[in-house]
C-alpha cells in the first residue's frame, strides 16, 4: 500500500509555471514508478509524465520541453515543474505510484491546475 498526497495546484496566467509536489509513503517496492497523469472535463485520464527509481523519465509528447519530473528517494517525493503552461494543460493532477511490472496503481486525491487569464 502507497499513500499519495499530492500540493501546488492552482490557477496560472498563460505562459506562466507551477510546481507539484506529491509525497508518498508506505511500500518502497511499490514506489518504482512514481509519475502524474492528468485529467480535463469531459476528457480520459492520461499520462502527462513517469520516472523510474532509476530516474529514467517518460513524456507526453504535449507537454515535452516545457514540464520536467523529478524525484527524491531518500524522502519518496515526486515533483512536476511546469513551464510556459497553456489553457490546454488544464485539468485534475494526480500522482500514482506503482510497482516494477505495474501490477498495482495507488492513486492521490488529485489537484486542480487552471490556466486562465
Known amino acids: 500500500q502507497v499513500q499519495l498526497v499530492e500540493s501546488g495546484g492552482g490557477l496560472v496566467q498563460p505562459g506562466g509555471s507551477l510546481r507539484l509536489s506529491c509525497a508518498a509513503s508506505g511500500s518502497s517496492l511499490s514506489m518504482y514508478y512514481l509519475g502524474w497523469y492528468r485529467q480535463a472535463p469531459g476528457k480520459q485520464r492520461e499520462l502527462v509524465a513517469r520516472?523510474?527509481?532509476?530516474?529514467?523519465?517518460t513524456y507526453a509528447d504535449s507537454v515535452k520541453g516545457r514540464f520536467t519530473i523529478s524525484r527524491d528517494n531518500d524522502n519518496n517525493t515526486v515533483a512536476l515543474q511546469m513551464n510556459s503552461l497553456k489553457p490546454e494543460d488544464t485539468a485534475v493532477y494526480y500522482c500514482y505510484s506503482g510497482p516494477f511490472g505495474m501490477s498495482a496503481t495507488y492513486w492521490g486525491l488529485g489537484t486542480q491546475v487552471t490556466v486562465s487569464s
Open positions: 520516472i523510474k527509481r532509476s530516474g529514467s523519465t
